[in-house]
């Protein structure tokens, strides 16, 4: 196994909840495992995401730097998708949903990120939980380790009544201090000092990139 796919399955280990506190999990993912899940997620990302009013958004597989997020906030992003993961694993379907919609409302709050890069934000939060679930897997490929889809059900992870009660106690903590779904209408104005990016999107009801699939195109 080479260090990156290492370092990322280390990083899975990390991100449990069980047996561990939020703060801990956070702590003990090392930048190293921030960037190859990062580099993962971009291996990913289709070249063109289509949105639910029918938009097309496309992305330039040759512009990475363009399109990825910072350090800082792909790690907070990870930590969204392990919530998600531990909410599937769990069978906490709605709170799944609400969980992901919570974060990419979070983002679009910012008014930073193009929609290019709230592709590339979602997709990240998405690799995170297919690799936390067992949904993706790093295989070799001329001598690296690769991350694909795993047609294959994974065995089923075992949730216990306590450890389902804690993740829908984060994820309602974490929604609550999210945007309202209706904060575009509401008049709430971004953070003081950001302006709105060129390309980027305004919240509607629901999340305006909703989870992407990993399908290459």
């Known amino acids: ?9 280390a990083g899975v280990a990390a991100l449990s909840l069980w047996g561990s506190t939020v703060s801990a999990g ?6 190293h495992a921030v960037r190859s899940f990062m580099e993962y997620a971009w291996s990913l ?15 330039d597989k040759n512009k990475k730097a363009q399109v990825e997020v910072p350090l800082d906030v792909a790690r907070r992003v990870i930590m969204a998708g392990r919530l998600s993961a531990h909410a599937q694993i769990c069978d ?11 974060l990419m409302r979070r983002e679009e709050a910012t008014r930073k990120w193009t929609q290019q890069q709230l592709v590339y934000i979602s997709q990240l939060h998405l ?4 690799l936390m679930t067992g949904r993706i897997k790093l295989v070799e490929q001329e001598g690296d380790k690769q991350v694909v889809v795993d047609e294959k059900k994974s ?3 075992t949730c216990t009544p306590e450890q389902k009660e804690k993740v829908k106690e984060l994820i ?29 999107p305004v919240s509607t009801g629901s999340t305006s990139v ?5 399908e290459k195109k």
């Open 127 to 130: 690799t995170t939980l297919m």
């Open 26 to 31: 956070a702590q003990e993912l090392s930048e």
């Open 1 to 9: 196994m080479n260090t990156r796919a290492g370092v990322v399955l």
């Open 155 to 157: 065995p089923p992870q």
């Open 92 to 102: 906490l379907r709605d709170e799944q949903v609400q969980n992901h919609r919570a």
């Open 172 to 200: 309602e903590a974490y929604v609550a201090s999210s945007p309202p779904p209706n904060f575009a209408q509401a008049g709430q104005k971004p953070p003081a000092g950001a302006p709105p990016a060129a390309g980027a």
């Open 45 to 59: 990302t289709p070249q063109q995401f289509s949105k639910p009013d029918g938009s097309v958004i496309v992305i």
């Open 210 to 214: 909703s989870e992407t699939t990993i």
